[in-house]
């Protein structure tokens, strides 16, 4: 984990996280992944996926807080 609580993880392991939270990838565009929950449109969430790099830190806030979760939730789908 990073020093503000957020973990150091790369875009496959944030795409593999929301799947086991119910999302479903919607659609790829080039290298980004775009997952929606069924059920609830307006939680969209967008994730890059280069390679096996790690997400920035405002990144992965970014996708937390689009996905609707705190970053203790978040750490638990890890």
């Known amino acids: 984990m990073g020093g503000s ?10 795409v593999r996280a929301l799947l086991r939270a119910g999302f479903v990838t919607d659609r790829i565009v080039g290298s980004h992944y775009v997952m929606t929950l069924p059920g609830d449109a307006s939680r969209t969430v967008t994730i890059p996926v280069h390679s096996n790099r790690d997400l920035k830190p405002g990144t992965l806030r970014s996708i937390i807080r689009q996905a609707g979760y705190s970053v203790e939730e978040f750490a ?3």
Do not use: C, E
């Open 5 to 14: 609580g957020l973990p150091v993880i790369s875009g496959k392991d944030g």
């Open 76 to 78: 638990r789908l890890l």
